[in-house]
């Protein structure tokens, strides 16, 4: 059994008196692929801004790490920088600079303004963004502006980017909306394939992709978990055919 | 910085060389130096033009690249104007002092003098005290600190305050304004300290060089200028250059996926809000000499406005853009309400162009961000990829 990377417990928080989370506790090892699903307003992407620092739980612990280190009071990019990486539902990538470029801001280097001031290229970043443009097929489009990429690849950049920084923990939130079914399944492969050596935690509404998956889900209900096991067993637990898969 | 950073960045040295070719042309033509088809005024009017450049790039990396839209960074060119001002006033009237004490029979004492100089600049308003501000007046090193330093760091504390409480966009356009409106109004008081409304005077003559001709003062000034917009180029054009200008024009574009990027995006802005102010600083203490006089309208709201126009005319996110907005704008101001463009008479009504060229000039603001978001710099960049 692998060991427990991340760990919420009793985390609450309220936005003008509506519970988005109402004491969740989570856990997830290092290496493991996560499903979570749940219907709309359960609480999905609150919790993934609790454990990135956008938002500050009322009440609960968040726990990183070997050392068990709180994330609560630390900056977003602190938060990053300790190797928690996320994925937008809308992918956002900076669609004025080419995809080699935003590859090259993700990648895992010192992050101060000094020391991009004076960063110089190396032989080993470069490396590294050609092994990832290869994983996420984008090596014919490095030197394109990352706009003009469609959708699906604009997804994958942004896996590619989250990859470049050599997160721990990845946050992927609906990484196959609004792709074609042989985009689909490249994703798959490539969230797979990054989960063999970190946790990835995959946010999605498409039980067939969560399916595909074949990992542990949990089912996220009014801000807590209303079930955890394998795709299977949540599915016949009639709590959850009640209030998702039942509408 | 290494030579491949030129050669990445050809635009770099077309403006270096196109503002070499000009340099040397104004060099041949004005009168201390060359044939005397440019006056000294026009010298003066050319030089000021380049100070204004070099603050312009500043607010092009500042807005155009990091996506800070500061109303306020011409509050770093006064202080910077006030800052060396405050030498050459107090220079020049020691210089004053101790020539017509010179003639008394008992020598005077420091104090004495210090008290002559004192009531000589503050006159005006009442005073005959230096008030604790001009602490470093006498010394040139010192007060050239000063050029840098404050602008500096209250760039530096200014922009901490407002980023680290995540103030951003149009609240932060205000909240700049304000800054160079509080600073505009307290310095009109008779007890700023800083003379009030009078503002400083006669720093066109510079100590030491009574005997210079101002043909030649202008001239030197025009060289000083010129060189340091090309050192200011330079450094802006590394700045925005590689992966620092990848992060700021990033977070110009979406700031939070910056975030969680792991890239503190306070430090950056703070870092681009403060070096420009420093910058903004040099350009102001290279413009007020040329100028003769600042006082506190200077550095008025719509100063820091007319820059941003300047900045959107000439076309953002490249800095020859803003280069060619201020030249264009401020070259067409002094000609519009210099008497130099002719009145339209349309029978009914006479178009007095020192009255309308403001309307004129909004137009020409609305009409670029409307039809040519890229400005001038734009065109330039269509002709650029045809050739």
Redesign the interface.
């Known amino acids: 059994m692998s060991k427990t990377l991340l760990e919420l417990s009793g985390v609450s928080v309220s936005f003008d008196g509506f519970k988005a989370i109402n004491s969740l506790s989570f856990q997830i090892g290092e290496p493991e692929l996560r499903a979570i699903i749940g219907p709309n307003g359960a609480g999905k992407t609150t919790f993934m801004d609790i454990i990135t620092g956008k938002t500050k739980p009322d009440e609960g612990h968040v726990l990183w790490g070997d050392k068990g280190i709180s994330l609560l009071g630390m900056s977003e990019s602190a938060i990053a920088r300790e190797g928690i990486g996320r994925k937008f539902q809308k992918p956002t990538v900076f669609e004025a600079q080419t995809v080699r470029e935003n590859l090259a801001m993700a990648l895992k280097n010192p992050r101060g303004p000094f020391d991009v001031l004076f960063y110089k290229k190396t032989k080993r970043g470069a490396e590294r963004i050609e092994e990832i443009a290869e994983q996420t097929g984008l090596t014919d489009s490095l030197t394109r502006p990352a706009g003009e990429l469609s959708h699906g690849q604009k997804q994958w950049l942004e896996i590619g980017m989250l990859l470049a920084q050599e997160p721990r923990l990845l946050l992927v939130d609906e990484p196959a909306a609004g792709m074609t079914p042989a985009e689909r399944e490249k994703t798959t492969e490539m969230l797979v394939e990054a989960a063999r050596t970190r946790a990835v935690v995959v946010v999605e509404h498409d039980m067939e992709f969560v399916r595909r998956l074949n990992c542990k889900v949990t089912v996220l209900n009014e801000g807590s978990v209303l079930a955890e096991g394998s795709i299977d067993h949540v599915t016949s637990n009639p709590q959850v055919i009640e209030v998702y898969l039942g509408r | 910085m290494n030579r491949s950073f030129i050669a990445r960045n050809p635009s770099v040295l077309w403006f270096l060389a196109f503002l070499g070719i000009f340099t040397l042309a104004v060099t041949l033509m004005a009168e201390a130096t060359g044939t005397g088809f440019i006056s000294t005024s026009f010298v003066k009017t050319l030089g000021k033009t380049l100070c204004l450049c070099l603050v312009a790039i500043a607010m092009d990396v500042v807005w155009g690249y990091c996506g800070i839209l500061s109303l306020g960074h011409f509050a770093f060119f006064g202080i910077g104007g006030y800052a060396i001002g405050m030498w050459l006033m107090y220079a020049r009237t020691e210089t004053i002092v101790t020539d017509s004490m010179a003639a008394q029979v008992v020598p005077p004492s420091p104090q004495e003098v210090s008290d002559a100089i004192a009531s000589q600049i503050f006159g005006v308003v009442g005073a005959s005290e230096f008030p604790p501000i001009w602490a470093f007046a006498h010394s040139l090193p010192l007060q050239l600190l000063m050029v840098v330093l404050v602008p500096g760091l209250l760039a530096l504390v200014f922009g901490w305050l407002a980023f680290r409480s995540r103030v951003t966009g149009v609240y932060l356009s205000i909240l700049t304004q304000a800054m160079t409106l509080a600073l505009s109004l307290y310095l009109f008081q008779n007890d700023s300290g800083l003379r009030g409304n009078n503002g400083l005077s006669g720093l066109q003559n510079i100590p030491g060089f009574e005997s210079t001709p101002q043909s030649m003062v202008s001239m030197v000034f025009f060289w000083a200028s010129a060189l340091a917009l090309a050192l200011g180029y330079i450094l802006f054009a590394w ?1 925005v250059s ?3 200008g ?2 700021i ?2 977070i110009r ?2 700031e ?2 910056v ?7 306070e ?2 802005k703070l ?1 681009v809000f403060t070096l420009t102010a420093v910058i903004a600083g040099i350009a102001g203490a290279l413009y007020y000499p040329q100028a003769g006089i600042i006082n506190p309208a200077e550095i008025a709201p719509i100063a820091s406005i007319y820059l941003a126009v300047w900045v959107a005319i000439g076309g953002r996110g490249r800095l020859y853009g803003a280069v060619m907005g201020t030249v264009f704008v401020t070259l067409a101001s002094s000609w519009f309400t210099g008497g130099g463009a002719p009145d339209i008479n349309l029978g009914f009504y006479t178009i007095q162009w020192t009255d309308w060229w403001l309307v004129l000039l909004g137009l020409s603001f609305v009409a670029v961000t409307l039809f040519a978001p890229q400005g001038l710099g734009g065109l330039v960049d269509k002709i650029a990829r045809k050739s």
């Open positions: 700045v590689g992966k620092m990848s992060v024009r990033a574009d979406d939070t996926r975030r969680f990027l792991g890239y503190h995006v430090s950056y870092f």
